[in-house]
C-alpha cells in the first residue's frame, strides 16, 4: 500500500509516517514508481507505535516493540527488551504516583488549614469578610429543586 492508505488506516497523517520514517521506526521501501509502499506488518508496526505513545511511551521508547514485531514475534512486547522498557516505565510511573501523592497530602494540608483559619474568623464578630469568596462558593453548591 502507498503512504496514504497508510497513513488513513492508521488514523494518521503522511507527514507522521514520514517523520517515523526518518527515525527508523517504518521501513524506507521504494517500489518502482518510486512511491514508498507499506505492508500489513508496517501497519502493524504503526499501530503499536501509536497504542504506547496514547499510554504515555515517548517515540524512542517503542522502537524495541518494533523491532520485536519486526524480529517476526506476533505481539511486539514478547522480546527482552520490550519488557525492559515496561518496567522502566513503571518505574517512572511509580515515582510519579508518589510525587503527585505528596503534592496532594500538601495540598490537603494548606485546605485544612485555611477552612480552620476562616472558621475562626467566622466565629469572630468583628472579622472582615470575603465577600468575593463566599458568592463563588454559594454559587458553587447546588441548591435544591424547587428554590
Known amino acids: 500500500m502507498r503512504i ?8 494518521t497523517t503522511t507527514r507522521t509516517l514520514r517523520y ?20 500489513e506488518a508496517d501497519l502493524r508496526a504503526l499501530r503499536q507505535i ?6 504515555g511511551f515517548d ?5 524495541p516493540f518494533v523491532e520485536c514485531l519486526r524480529a517476526g514475534h506476533p505481539e511486539g ?8 522498557v515496561y518496567r522502566a ?3 517512572e510511573l511509580d515515582a510519579l504516583i ?19 483559619a476562616m472558621e475562626a474568623l467566622a466565629a469572630e464578630e468583628s ?6 469568596n463566599e458568592s463563588v462558593l454559594n454559587a458553587s453548591v447546588p441548591s435544591e429543586p424547587g428554590e
Open 4 to 11: 496514504g492508505e497508510l497513513a488513513d488506516r492508521a488514523g
Open 20 to 39: 517515523y520514517e526518518s527515525r527508523g521506526l517504518l521501513p524506507a521501501r521504494r517500489g518502482g514508481n518510486g512511491y514508498r509502499t507499506y505492508d
Open 50 to 55: 501509536r497504542t504506547l505513545q496514547d499510554f
Open 59 to 63: 517515540l524512542e521508547e517503542t522502537r
Open 77 to 84: 512486547d514478547s522480546c527482552p527488551a520490550s519488557l525492559a
Open 89 to 91: 516505565k513503571l518505574t
Open 98 to 116: 508518589g510525587e503527585l501523592s505528596a503534592v496532594r497530602e500538601k495540598v490537603g494540608a494548606q485546605l485544612a488549614r485555611a477552612e480552620e
Open 127 to 132: 472579622a472582615p469578610r470575603c465577600e468575593l
